[in-house]
């Protein structure tokens, strides 16, 4: 007897708008125009939001590049069909070169040594030049050929004819900080470089710096391929200037909020005056409250410092956590909200009823990021795709 996949019942899910998914990526090509390439990148399950639901979104919308970070993330989209580019961004281990020529993917690259396995794979594998992606190290101080060393770089893909060097890019440190000068020094640095790459007889067409907070800020930096991340998702950072948050103006992109993170009330109960709630005891009611049982916790993702600092949106009501969140479980506030039941829809992360709580406000009281917000919504919370 065929055995059925078992639905997840646990009333705790995320809602993951496709649509809204595909407008994000009609925004992004429209604000740098036809003639500059997305790379939508994906990588980390597609920020928590499911890597090849949201590639298959932004391929029929017409992605032509999809960037991840290893050939583990590659994979799963090959294997669902996707047919895009696919930019492998923090290059690869000694041993995946001929799965990544078989594939037909495109990796980053920056050691001589990653030219050498790759041209030992390319040529046993005799389709014609793989592309490939230089990279070089403009100040990030974590991956790229030093500009000292492009010479041998240099030199080795002169010494690969099964190789194509079809892209060179860099990567910003500071792309949200409108007065860093590290910013100016690196564009300059990779100018530098790209004069070393055009002299050693390469012209690649891909040249690309440009992340969400640069394709917002720094046109210059544009090129012929930008690379949005959590763009994508409907947020970026914070800009600042001489240490002050800036916006409006030019520094704003209208992309939308693709997640919504939902869980239903799964007890009610009433409490006197100081008595103390959670682990720890780190609330104590000030007066009578009536408190709701959420089936959600840090397991799921949901960032424990919100304990006594976040919010939930429930019956058109903004409700504050209280206590310390637990593994599985979080207390909330619903004293005086008139109608509270049992299975009643929470919104944790998300717009409804005319309020919002979003990932920048989750990470501003958790001193994080978006990026960590989105991307730590474990796999125990189910996503479900809408269009």
């Given at each position: 007897?065929?055995?059925?996949?078992?639905?997840?019942?646990?009333?705790?899910?995320?809602?993951?708008?496709?649509a809204?998914?595909?407008q994000?990526?009609?925004t992004?090509?429209?604000?740098?125009?036809a003639?500059?390439t997305?790379?939508?990148?994906?990588?980390?399950?597609?920020?928590?939001?499911?890597?090849?639901?949201?590639?298959?979104?932004?391929?029929?919308e017409?992605?032509?590049?999809?960037?991840?970070?290893?050939?583990?993330?590659?994979?799963?989209?090959?294997?669902?069909?996707?047919?895009?580019?696919?930019?492998?961004?923090?290059g690869?281990?000694?041993?995946?070169?001929?799965?990544?020529?078989?594939?037909?993917?495109?990796?980053?690259?920056?050691?001589?040594?990653?030219?050498?396995w790759?041209?030992i794979?390319?040529?046993?594998?005799?389709?014609g030049?793989?592309?490939?992606?230089?990279?070089?190290?403009?100040?990030?101080g974590?991956?790229?050929?030093?500009?000292?060393?492009?010479?041998?770089?240099?030199?080795?893909?002169?010494?690969a004819?099964?190789?194509?060097?079809?892209?060179?890019?860099t990567?910003?440190?500071?792309?949200?900080?409108?007065?860093?000068?590290?910013?100016?020094?690196?564009?300059r640095?990779?100018?530098?470089?790209?004069?070393?790459?055009?002299?050693?007889?390469?012209?690649?067409?891909?040249?690309?710096?440009?992340?969400t907070?640069?394709?917002?800020?720094?046109?210059?930096?544009?090129?012929?391929?930008?690379?949005?991340?959590?763009?994508?998702?409907g947020?970026?950072?914070?800009?600042?200037?001489?240490?002050?948050?800036?916006s409006?103006?030019?520094?704003?992109?209208?992309?939308?909020?693709?997640l919504?993170?939902?869980?239903?009330?799964?007890?009610?109960?009433?409490?006197?005056?100081?008595?103390?709630l959670?682990?720890?005891?780190?609330?104590?009611?000030?007066?009578?409250a009536?408190?709701?049982?959420?089936?959600?916790?840090?397991?799921?993702?949901?960032?424990?410092?919100?304990?006594n600092?976040?919010?939930?949106i429930?019956?058109?009501?903004?409700?504050?956590?209280?206590g310390?969140?637990?593994?599985?479980?979080?207390?909330?506030?619903?004293?005086?909200?008139?109608?509270i039941?049992?299975?009643?829809?929470?919104?944790?992360?998300?717009?409804?009823?005319?309020?919002?709580?979003?990932?920048?406000?989750h990470?501003?009281?958790?001193?994080?990021?978006?990026y960590?917000?989105?991307?730590?919504?474990?796999k125990?919370?189910p996503?479900?795709?809408?269009?």
């Amino acid at each position: 007897m065929e055995t059925l996949a078992r639905v997840a019942t646990r009333p705790t899910w995320a809602e993951v708008s496709l649509a809204r998914l595909r407008q994000n990526f009609r925004t992004l090509q429209k604000h740098v125009g036809a003639s500059v390439t997305v790379c939508a990148v994906v990588k980390a399950d597609a920020y928590g939001h499911g890597a090849v639901e949201c590639s298959r979104a932004l391929e029929a919308e017409g992605a032509r590049w999809l960037g991840v970070t290893s050939l583990d993330e590659a994979i799963p989209l090959r294997e669902a069909g996707m047919a895009a580019r696919i930019l492998l961004m923090t290059g690869f281990w000694r041993g995946e070169e001929s799965e990544i020529v078989r594939l037909g993917l495109t990796p980053t690259v920056w050691e001589a040594s990653h030219i050498e396995w790759l041209e030992i794979a390319a040529a046993i594998a005799a389709t014609g030049p793989h592309p490939v992606h230089l990279k070089v190290d403009t100040g990030m101080g974590r991956l790229g050929v030093a500009l000292d060393q492009m010479p041998a770089v240099l030199a080795a893909l002169k010494a690969a004819p099964h190789l194509a060097l079809e892209g060179f890019s860099t990567h910003l440190a500071s792309s949200e900080i409108m007065d860093a000068p590290s910013v100016s020094e690196q564009e300059r640095r990779f100018a530098d470089a790209l004069r070393l790459v055009r002299r050693a007889g390469f012209d690649p067409p891909l040249l690309h710096v440009a992340n969400t907070g640069a394709v917002i800020s720094r046109r210059e930096t544009w090129n012929t391929m930008v690379r949005p991340g959590v763009a994508l998702y409907g947020y970026h950072l914070p800009f600042t200037r001489a240490g002050r948050e800036v916006s409006g103006g030019t520094l704003r992109l209208p992309v939308k909020p693709v997640l919504t993170w939902k869980t239903r009330i799964l007890s009610l109960r009433d409490f006197a005056a100081n008595e103390p709630l959670g682990y720890g005891g780190t609330y104590v009611t000030k007066a009578p409250a009536h408190v709701a049982v959420l089936p959600v916790g840090y397991a799921d993702g949901y960032n424990r410092q919100l304990s006594n600092r976040g919010r939930v949106i429930v019956r058109e009501h903004y409700a504050p956590i209280l206590g310390s969140i637990s593994m599985d479980l979080t207390l909330v506030d619903v004293t005086g909200i008139p109608g509270i039941a049992v299975g009643d829809e929470v919104i944790l992360l998300g717009t409804g009823d005319g309020l919002s709580v979003d990932a920048m406000e989750h990470a501003r009281l958790a001193s994080s990021s978006p990026y960590e917000i989105l991307c730590n919504i474990s796999k125990r919370v189910p996503r479900r795709y809408t269009d």
